[in-house]
């Protein structure tokens, strides 16, 4: 059974939002219309409104991760290349921003973000990654891909989030790192465009890869099970809660995943990984994001015949922020 194609509007006529899980692309997400008891006043709504814009860049040679971040007083932005037969990151980009003036988030996937800090420029759009950092760059466009999923529920300690996902995009481009250049063509992209008002402090553990007709999404933590989901051929899958097993603190250390409802478990193996503890006494992030690959089994429903998942490259993610 397909999900439920997405509202035109998050918030509904009547202030309420259009909580669960659809197919397609949302137009407005207008936290200022909700209607108690969803509403916040505005300067709570200043502090808590957090969004995001990510895309992830996977070919057999790299992996590369583009993302630009609104917490509502401030932003920040973060790129990288991972070399994954060298096993390690080759370029890295970390920047906080000033409010304001370096990062312009979009209010819907379907626009560009933008975030800029001296010689510094980054343009995520909704086929498109162009890049300029010290050191390397990336073009990047990408088209057709899975169902794009909308997810839409009341996180743990704030009052409504909203993420739109997709991925299994056909790639294409060139990263550039010092003299080197390396062709993305062929890859494939996906992406994360994430909307909400958030608690103040947010945790998450997130899983994440994808390849022509086959990914996923999993998620524990502040948004439960609302944005879980199987991404095989033309299906969009939603999966139930997901259960991490990892050693955290250990980026090198192995983790398993599996779904309550029998439809994933899955072995993931690090080639390496990023890492940050930042604490700004008013913020705080720690995270260890480790790159790798993920075998095991998928299923489309319960009685399906497991479908074998090998060499999936993607991230696992163990974060904490105080935002």
């Known amino acids: 059974m397909r999900l439920p194609i997405a509202p035109q509007r998050v918030v509904d006529a009547s202030g309420q939002p259009c909580i669960g899980r659809f197919e397609g692309l949302a137009r407005s997400f207008d936290w200022p219309a909700l209607a108690p008891p969803h509403a916040r006043g505005a300067f709570w709504r200043r502090f808590h409104h957090k969004r995001w814009h990510y895309v992830a860049l996977s070919t057999s040679d790299l992996f590369c991760a583009v993302a630009i971040v609104d917490v509502g007083w401030t932003n920040t932005a973060f790129a990288y290349v991972f070399d994954r037969r060298a096993r390690r990151l080759v370029a890295e980009f970390s920047q906080d921003g000033l409010p304001g003036l370096t990062a312009a988030l979009a209010n819907r996937a379907q626009d560009c973000s933008r975030f800029r800090f001296l010689n510094n420029d980054i343009e995520i759009g909704p086929g498109h990654v162009r890049l300029r950092c010290k050191g390397f760059s990336i073009d990047a466009s990408f088209s057709g891909g899975a169902p794009v999923l909308l997810a839409v529920g009341v996180p743990a300690g704030g009052a409504v989030h909203a993420t739109q996902k997709s991925g299994g995009l056909a790639l294409q481009g060139t990263v550039r790192v010092g003299t080197g250049s390396h062709s993305l063509d062929g ?41 879980n989901a199987l991404w095989i051929g033309a299906r969009l899958v939603p999966l139930g809660p997901a259960v991490f097993d990892y050693t955290p603190g250990d980026a090198g250390a192995p983790w398993h995943m599996r779904t309550e409802d029998g439809l994933l478990d899955l072995h993931f193996t690090p080639e390496g990984a990023r890492s940050k503890d ?18 095991g089994w998928v299923k489309l429903d319960a009685d399906a015949e497991p479908l074998r998942v090998a060499g999936l490259a993607g991230v696992t993610e ?4 105080r935002w």
Request: charged content about 15%; proline content about 3%.
């Open 278 to 295: 930042k604490n700004l006494i008013v913020a705080a992030s720690r995270y260890v994001q480790p790159i790798g690959v993920f075998n």
């Open 187 to 227: 890859g494939c992209a996906s992406y994360d465009y994430s909307n909400g008002l958030l608690a103040r402090e947010t945790a998450w553990r997130w899983a994440s890869a994808h390849a022509p007709g086959l990914g996923f999404n999993l998620q524990a933590g502040y948004f439960g099970a609302n944005e």
């Open 318 to 321: 163990d974060h904490l922020s």
